[in-house]
């Protein structure tokens, strides 16, 4: 249910602050094993204390009648979206 340009909550463990930020690309297929799945995303607009290395929290609005989300530990990658 989670498509590119959904938009998300994270919250960055170094700054003890909450971005916004948007899904750039979903992973094509789920883990058997941890059944997950790999999402790419980016801050909206430029933050200038977020820095490559930094991790936190994101958190996914579900549609309406789904199960309450589980926490996803992130680990933002240096490349920001252009």
Known sequence: WIK???LFTI???ETGKNYS???LRVGAEADPVSQTVKIVGAP???PAELMP???GVAT???PE???QPQP???SPQSQRAN
């Open 4 to 6: 590119p340009k959904d």
């Open 11 to 13: 919250h960055i463990e």
């Open 21 to 23: 930020a948007s899904v």
């Open 44 to 46: 909206v607009g430029e």
């Open 53 to 55: 290395g930094m991790s």
């Open 60 to 62: 996914f609005a579900l």
């Open 65 to 67: 009648g789904s199960a």
């Open 72 to 74: 996803a530990p992130v």
